[in-house]
């Protein structure tokens, strides 16, 4: 658990679902991250889930699930979908502790690679850089510079291009 000016950055726990719930429902404009939220935690994926509390309130949240890696490379990839922050609480700082606390997460649970479809301003500041670099796409049909790679295991993606696949919820919404 981590806190800063009285947020606490913790994993996830069947109280907080509702929560989770309501914040997807605020912070976006449709509901499909609220379905694709709702979806993955009924899924056999295995998941980190974590959210930025304060005074009992949840602000944010981030999950993380299983992606995969085609063709087989048997490499531990994670996928970073989707994170949300509540309107009002947004540019504090809560997005990069909840990005800060879910990778030092994902290097405990012993993952090689992590990928994100986002902002290109936002994740290099945490040493994502373009996964093209490496020679792997995305499924989907997007710019190069949004979909980004970070190697936690250095030299683990040298030699294995191929394409990254998202859990068929995403297909879905």
Not at 41 to 62: K, P, T
Not at 90 to 117: D, H, P, T, Y
């Amino acid at each position: 658990m981590e806190t800063q000016n009285s947020i606490l950055i913790r994993s996830s726990e069947p109280k907080d679902v509702s929560g989770i719930q309501t914040l997807y429902l605020e912070a976006f404009e449709t509901d499909e991250e609220a379905t694709i939220f709702q979806e993955l935690r009924h899924s056999n994926l295995e998941l980190i889930s974590l959210v930025a509390e304060e005074e009992c309130q949840i602000r944010g949240h981030i999950l993380f699930s299983m992606v995969q890696h085609d063709p087989d490379s048997g490499l531990r990839i994670t996928g970073l979908a989707p994170m949300a922050v509540l309107p009002g609480w947004q540019n504090q700082g809560i997005e990069s502790m909840l990005v800060q606390k879910w990778l030092e997460a994902c290097r405990r649970q012993k993952f090689e690679a992590v990928v994100v479809l986002g902002h290109p301003r936002f994740y290099p500041r945490f040493g994502f850089i373009p996964s093209v670099e490496f020679g792997i796409r995305s499924e989907y049909d997007v710019s190069p510079e949004v979909f980004m790679i970070l190697e936690l295991k250095p030299g683990v993606l040298s030699g294995s291009p191929g394409t990254v696949k998202y859990h068929e919820v995403f297909d879905r919404i």
